[in-house]
């Protein structure tokens, strides 16, 4: 008896707890993300629900795994390709394990949009925030005015296998050229996405280089660990350090000065651009080379053959900020 | 059939799903009962489940069993199916020889890591917990040598895509053979010696001892099976998704405990069924699924499995109770007890 009440009591409250009405009309496209919950993708989602908001006509959702598992991803994905969404806008956590999935998913008749994903095969169209050379060049570029055109400065990776890393440093390079005054030394330091081990190599190259003028960093530790290294070396005023890097983490380093520039894209017009994306392909509209999507960093795309079946489409949503402009960003 | 329902565990987890299965479809308006998605969802379950069988398999045979390296050795197995065999034959020009190889190579990697957790606890005599803590370390490690730690893709071949794609009768051939499995190995546990033995050992280890049980025989052969699983798992996970890396679902680990203390096995020993396991497995799947379609956050699925737990145990509660009395009483009680699997507390189930 006692169990029958309980029973009862559970499907109510299933029923209770997910009393949502779903909206037939509309187009829907999920957003699906790495993992939900965290400051990068919550960002995002203002974007997903902002595009919502502005367009008649679509339902627009984000979701995403409570861990960071691919697995969790691809169950979850499984389950929208079953619910039959109108389309799919992905943040692959591993393109590979999506790939069978994204195909399931095309066959069915949903649109694949993806971001940060190049690799990905199975998808219609992937949407990079920028060209890696462009943002690499637009770092130094911001480095090169700290120095004031002329000193010694060096790069950092987050390892030499880490492809964007190697692309930005190699666009920073060749941006510096530009510059007479500017002299690479000890390129490319591996700093394996650790700002500790970033601090040390700083400390290093501050020992061997005494009158080093740039840094400019790739993993999103590197200004963390070099800003230290800068910072206790008292040479924040001397020596300039801008690269790769989250306004949250980089805050207290911007404002001592340590650190003079960070370089990222916001994940709110990102997660815009996906969905936009994602409209025109269910619009059957196609996407031409230098496209406006309407979205800050994305007025003139460049579009691409991909390596599967769909196109690349690269922004220029890079944003470099210093301390006076990156409290605008709040992740 | 009237001793099949006098299971609280079967009725329970049964009612569940069906429970799941209504309401999703009410909410859905009928949208969750599409053929296509109950192929999904019964695409989905067996890598888990399988797991969760070996992690039964492993809590069955007592004395704190319990297999942490399930999806690790997976995992490897994966991997060196794709790094090691997949060079060798060319799935254009002999995709029967390729498929089979490659399933082959993942299920001897598999056997072989079962085999060595049954050595170390077997042999060794480190406690289970511990020894596949290491070799969770041991074979996640492995993989990463052997993939340099990045997903790898896995050459398709029209015999190897059927497996992870393909339907037998309307049923994904992975659910198929998760279905063939599972009845294999219920047969296995009630009616082979290795069986009953396992049961006997997991109830009381001493007695089996005295009673000259080949103690060290038996938990080879139940981490051997758990390794096997976990194979079998491998392959199905690599012909699904065409990709392979060595985190790959690294939340199974905990979820496949959970299947597992759903389906009421007990975590002493002695006691656990292969059909409440894949009811246990079915409803979380059901239930994950229905969460999906109805837009609600993961995070609340997480909180409603763990409900569900809590219901189940709040329910069986008295059932454990009454173990406990039992253990008072003193072991030789329990040993007396006829060698099925039925837990000794079972006629207690009768009256409620």
Redesign the interface.
Known sequence: MI?TA??AA??FG??G????V?AQNNKTITTVVKI??IPWFNRLEEGVKDFGKSTPGVTA?Q?????A????Q???I???????VDALAIVPM????????AK?AME?GIVVVTHEADSQKNTQADVEAFDNAAYGAALNEALSKCMGGSGKWTSFVGSLGSRSHVQWADGGAANAKKHAGMVLVDAKNESLDDANKAYEKAREILKKHPDIKGFQGSASGDVIGIGRAVEEAGLSAKTCVVGTGLPSQAAKLLESGAVDGIGFWDPKNAGLAMNKVAKLLLDKTPITDGMDLGVPGYNKVIVKKGPGVGVIIIGRADVIADRSTYKQYPF | MKAILRDPQLNFLV?VNL??LL?AT????G?FM?P??LQ??A??VP?LALLALGVMLSMISGNGGIDLSGIALANLAAVAAAALFAPLVSPEDAPVLYSLGFAGTALVVGLLGGLLNGTLIAFVGLPPILSTLGTQLLFGGLSVVLSNGS???VPSAPPLQAL??GDLLGAPVGFVILVAIALALGVLLKYSPFGVRLFLLGTNPKAARYAGLPQRRLLMGTYALCGLLAGVAAVLIAS????V?W??????LLIAILIAVMAGVKPDGGYGRVICLFFSATSLQLL???????????????CAWGLLLL?FLA?SGHTFKTIGIGRLKGPALRTNAPPTQNPPASSSHSR?
Request: charged share 25%; with cysteine.
């Open positions: 169990r309980v029973c559970i499907a299933f029923i707890a997910a009393g949502t779903i939900a919950g959702t979701t995403g795994p409570a861990e598992d691919p697995a969790q691809l169950k979850l499984e389950d929208l390709v079953a619910k039959k591993d393109p590979g394990a999506l790939e069978g999935v399931r069915r | 009612g429970l799941v309401s009410a909410l859905s308006r949208q599409d296509y998605n999904s969802m695409a989905q890598e997903s790898m893709r992870g794609n699904r998704n065409l990709s890396k985190d790959y679902g690294r939340s199974y994950s699924s229905m969460f999906n379609f109805l837009d609600v956050s993961n995070f609340f699925r997480d219901l329910m409620g």
